[in-house]
């Protein structure tokens, strides 16, 4: 696992770009799996910045969302159709017919999950799988516990979860207690994870996936043994790593070849 330490959440998004930007200049047709939440909006606006002032290009790009709501249309406010299409999607040429996310409302959702996870595997796999991290090691909503081997299905909400996302809803009482998630097994079978995390409050999660025992109870525990991940966090994050200095010496002193930033950021 790759551990980059930048400045703060700006100085993040901007390193997350460089390495976004670095896989679409190999493979213009990337597969790209794509997070909800805060955490990668920062990268999903610097993606749009060079789209629109540098020309870069989403046009021959395939994207997978890892989730979605249960019960939610796709055109409501806090569905996570309508979060990708405001924060990301509609900033970009991508062709809507090349963006995937669960159908949560499906008459059935064992034959969505099994459809979803048919789609990935038809597009030839995913490229570079971008990934935020839960209070509690979460990734996509495969919560503490999830099966280290899951694939796409249905998953029960904690209640920190629930009180997280409470604030979009107005309210725990209003949050969806059920979510269709991409599973980590499916995740792990992505050619590149890239993690990003920011902020104080996500330092206890961040150290129990890079520095903690492999364990279901901190799904993102299980990249520890993917062959190519990179975690990308500001200094906040990382306040909870021991080793941390250590990791700004492996990345300060890479080689030439290695190097995949374009401007240092």
Known sequence: MEIVIK????AMSHCAGDFVEAWLSRKPDLVLGLATGSTPLGLYRELARRHRDSGLSFARVTTFNLDEYIGLPADHPQSYHSFMRESLFRRLDLDPRRTHLPDGN?????????AYE????AAGGIDLQ???IGHDG????NEPSSSLRSRTRIK???EQTIRANARFFGGADKVPHHAITVGVGTIFEAQCCLLLATGTEKAGAVAAAVEGPLTAMCPASALQFHEFCTLIVDEAAAVGLKRRDYYRYVYD????????EKTGA
């Open 130 to 132: 971008v990934l935020g």
């Open 138 to 141: 979460h990734i996509g909503f």
């Open 156 to 158: 029960t909400l904690t």
């Open 253 to 260: 002193g890479k080689p030439d070849w290695q190097q995949w």
């Open 106 to 114: 499906a008459a059935d959702i064992a034959a969505e999950c099994a």
């Open 118 to 121: 048919a789609a990935i595997r």
């Open 7 to 10: 400045p703060n959440c700006e």
